[in-house]
Protein backbone atom coordinates (compact mmCIF):
# COMPACT_ATOMS: atom_id res chain seq x y z
CA UNK A 1 0.00 0.00 0.00
CA UNK A 2 1.64 3.35 1.33
CA UNK A 3 3.50 4.31 4.03
CA UNK A 4 1.02 7.16 4.62
CA UNK A 5 -1.67 6.18 7.18
CA UNK A 6 -5.04 6.96 5.66
CA UNK A 7 -4.15 5.85 1.72
CA UNK A 8 -6.27 2.94 0.50
CA UNK A 9 -5.53 0.90 -2.98
CA UNK A 10 -7.60 2.14 -5.72
CA UNK A 11 -10.26 -0.84 -5.98
CA UNK A 12 -10.12 -2.63 -9.26
CA UNK A 13 -13.50 -0.42 -10.62
CA UNK A 14 -11.31 2.62 -10.27
CA UNK A 15 -8.52 1.16 -11.81
CA UNK A 16 -11.01 -0.30 -15.02
CA UNK A 17 -12.39 3.00 -15.60
CA UNK A 18 -8.63 3.63 -18.00
CA UNK A 19 -10.13 1.52 -20.97
CA UNK A 20 -14.07 2.71 -20.34
CA UNK A 21 -13.27 6.45 -20.06
CA UNK A 22 -10.99 6.08 -23.20
CA UNK A 23 -13.88 4.79 -25.09
CA UNK A 24 -16.34 7.32 -24.03
CA UNK A 25 -13.95 10.31 -24.87
CA UNK A 26 -13.98 8.69 -28.47
CA UNK A 27 -17.57 7.90 -28.72
CA UNK A 28 -18.31 11.78 -27.61
CA UNK A 29 -16.08 12.91 -29.98
CA UNK A 30 -17.21 10.68 -32.62
CA UNK A 31 -20.73 11.46 -32.18
CA UNK A 32 -21.09 15.26 -31.78
CA UNK A 33 -17.79 15.86 -34.56
CA UNK A 34 -16.09 17.69 -31.26
CA UNK A 35 -13.22 19.52 -32.64
CA UNK A 36 -9.27 18.52 -30.91
CA UNK A 37 -9.27 22.04 -29.49
CA UNK A 38 -11.99 23.99 -27.90
CA UNK A 39 -12.03 27.62 -26.92
CA UNK A 40 -14.27 28.53 -23.78
CA UNK A 41 -15.44 32.03 -23.66
CA UNK A 42 -14.08 33.21 -19.93
CA UNK A 43 -15.36 37.40 -20.68
CA UNK A 44 -18.13 37.05 -18.12
CA UNK A 45 -19.67 35.04 -15.66
CA UNK A 46 -22.57 34.67 -17.76
CA UNK A 47 -20.96 33.98 -20.60
CA UNK A 48 -21.23 30.01 -20.46
CA UNK A 49 -24.89 30.34 -20.92
CA UNK A 50 -24.36 29.64 -25.02
CA UNK A 51 -21.94 27.42 -24.80
CA UNK A 52 -23.68 25.37 -22.02
CA UNK A 53 -26.45 25.01 -24.44
CA UNK A 54 -24.51 23.64 -27.23
CA UNK A 55 -24.64 20.07 -27.97
CA UNK A 56 -20.96 20.03 -28.94
CA UNK A 57 -19.58 22.01 -26.19
CA UNK A 58 -21.53 19.84 -23.52
CA UNK A 59 -19.69 16.65 -25.01
CA UNK A 60 -16.23 18.66 -24.96
CA UNK A 61 -16.68 19.51 -21.50
CA UNK A 62 -17.73 16.23 -20.87
CA UNK A 63 -14.50 15.23 -22.47
CA UNK A 64 -12.50 16.75 -20.51
CA UNK A 65 -13.32 15.34 -17.62
CA UNK A 66 -13.23 11.68 -19.08
CA UNK A 67 -9.87 13.20 -19.30
CA UNK A 68 -9.13 13.77 -15.88
CA UNK A 69 -11.30 10.48 -14.65
CA UNK A 70 -8.34 8.55 -17.14
CA UNK A 71 -5.91 10.31 -15.51
CA UNK A 72 -7.63 9.32 -11.98
CA UNK A 73 -7.93 5.65 -12.50
CA UNK A 74 -4.06 5.04 -13.66
CA UNK A 75 -2.08 3.05 -11.39
CA UNK A 76 0.34 4.99 -9.05
CA UNK A 77 -1.61 8.34 -10.00
CA UNK A 78 -2.87 9.46 -6.19
CA UNK A 79 -5.97 11.34 -5.62
CA UNK A 80 -8.94 11.33 -3.22
CA UNK A 81 -11.69 9.40 -2.61
CA UNK A 82 -14.38 13.02 -2.96
CA UNK A 83 -12.43 13.55 -6.65
CA UNK A 84 -13.08 10.65 -8.09
CA UNK A 85 -16.84 10.88 -6.55
CA UNK A 86 -17.30 14.48 -7.62
CA UNK A 87 -15.72 14.06 -11.22
CA UNK A 88 -18.61 11.16 -11.76
CA UNK A 89 -21.20 12.42 -10.46
CA UNK A 90 -20.35 16.35 -12.91
CA UNK A 91 -20.10 13.43 -15.91
CA UNK A 92 -23.66 12.32 -14.81
CA UNK A 93 -25.76 14.65 -16.56
CA UNK A 94 -23.89 14.52 -19.83
CA UNK A 95 -23.66 11.01 -20.03
CA UNK A 96 -27.63 10.42 -19.58
CA UNK A 97 -28.23 12.95 -22.59
CA UNK A 98 -25.51 12.13 -24.59
CA UNK A 99 -27.01 9.23 -26.78
CA UNK A 100 -30.70 11.09 -26.97
CA UNK A 101 -28.31 14.36 -27.95
CA UNK A 102 -26.90 12.48 -30.75
CA UNK A 103 -29.82 11.79 -32.22
CA UNK A 104 -31.55 15.09 -31.71
CA UNK A 105 -27.96 16.90 -33.23
CA UNK A 106 -28.13 14.05 -36.15
CA UNK A 107 -31.72 15.45 -36.79
CA UNK A 108 -30.89 18.71 -36.97
CA UNK A 109 -28.34 18.55 -39.39
CA UNK A 110 -30.21 16.49 -41.76
CA UNK A 111 -31.55 17.16 -45.26
CA UNK A 112 -34.65 15.52 -44.95
CA UNK A 113 -35.95 16.60 -48.52
CA UNK A 114 -32.82 14.37 -49.72
CA UNK A 115 -33.51 11.66 -46.78
CA UNK A 116 -37.85 11.61 -48.77
CA UNK A 117 -36.19 11.56 -52.07
CA UNK A 118 -33.80 8.54 -50.91
CA UNK A 119 -37.01 6.72 -49.71
CA UNK A 120 -39.00 7.46 -52.69
CA UNK A 121 -36.16 5.70 -54.81
CA UNK A 122 -35.13 9.35 -56.78
CA UNK A 123 -31.47 10.15 -56.69
CA UNK A 124 -30.52 11.84 -54.17
CA UNK A 125 -27.12 13.96 -53.22
CA UNK A 126 -24.46 11.31 -51.57
CA UNK A 127 -21.79 13.71 -49.99
CA UNK A 128 -22.75 16.31 -47.30
CA UNK A 129 -21.83 19.49 -49.27
CA UNK A 130 -23.95 18.58 -52.23
CA UNK A 131 -26.96 18.25 -49.93
CA UNK A 132 -26.16 21.44 -48.37
CA UNK A 133 -25.10 20.48 -45.41
CA UNK A 134 -20.92 21.10 -44.39
CA UNK A 135 -18.45 18.14 -44.31
CA UNK A 136 -18.45 16.77 -40.90
CA UNK A 137 -22.00 17.40 -40.19
CA UNK A 138 -23.89 14.56 -41.88
CA UNK A 139 -25.35 12.09 -39.96
CA UNK A 140 -23.42 9.33 -38.18
CA UNK A 141 -23.39 6.14 -39.98
CA UNK A 142 -24.31 4.48 -36.30
CA UNK A 143 -27.20 6.28 -35.53
CA UNK A 144 -30.78 4.12 -35.90
CA UNK A 145 -32.15 4.84 -38.98
CA UNK A 146 -35.62 4.58 -37.52
CA UNK A 147 -37.33 4.40 -33.73
CA UNK A 148 -37.40 0.89 -33.32
CA UNK A 149 -34.05 -0.08 -35.16
CA UNK A 150 -31.52 -1.26 -32.16
CA UNK A 151 -28.59 1.19 -31.31
CA UNK A 152 -25.86 -0.77 -30.31
CA UNK A 153 -23.50 1.73 -29.69
CA UNK A 154 -25.91 3.72 -27.76
CA UNK A 155 -26.71 0.65 -25.47
CA UNK A 156 -22.28 0.04 -25.39
CA UNK A 157 -22.35 3.44 -24.15
CA UNK A 158 -24.95 3.06 -21.55
CA UNK A 159 -22.66 -0.10 -20.40
CA UNK A 160 -19.77 1.75 -19.52
CA UNK A 161 -21.84 4.51 -18.57
CA UNK A 162 -22.73 2.06 -15.58
CA UNK A 163 -18.62 1.25 -14.76
CA UNK A 164 -18.86 5.12 -14.14
CA UNK A 165 -21.19 4.53 -11.45
CA UNK A 166 -19.95 1.44 -10.20
CA UNK A 167 -16.18 2.27 -9.29
CA UNK A 168 -17.17 5.51 -7.86
CA UNK A 169 -19.39 2.98 -5.77
CA UNK A 170 -16.61 1.05 -5.09
CA UNK A 171 -14.40 4.20 -4.29
CA UNK A 172 -17.14 4.87 -1.69
CA UNK A 173 -17.08 1.32 -0.11
CA UNK A 174 -13.36 0.90 0.27
CA UNK A 175 -12.96 4.51 1.49
CA UNK A 176 -15.89 3.29 4.33
CA UNK A 177 -17.42 7.10 3.08
CA UNK A 178 -14.25 8.80 4.46
CA UNK A 179 -12.14 11.20 1.89
CA UNK A 180 -9.17 8.97 2.22
CA UNK A 181 -6.25 9.12 -0.52
CA UNK A 182 -6.27 6.52 -3.38
CA UNK A 183 -2.91 5.33 -4.27
Known amino acids: MSDEPDAIAKPDEL ?3 HDVTTEMFATLQRWFSVPETVSLDLS ?4 AVLEMGDPVMVAAMAMRKLQALHLLATPGVRTTTDMVV ?4 DLQRALIQAPAM ?12 AEFAMLEGSDSP ?9 AGHAISHEAP ?7 AEADQF ?26
Open 15 to 17: LAL
Open 126 to 134: SKPEESGHP
Open 86 to 89: TIVQ
Open 44 to 47: AVDA
Open 102 to 113: RLKLAAERTDWD
Open 145 to 151: RFNDDPD
Open 158 to 183: MVLHEKLIKAAEAVIIASEGEIRYLL
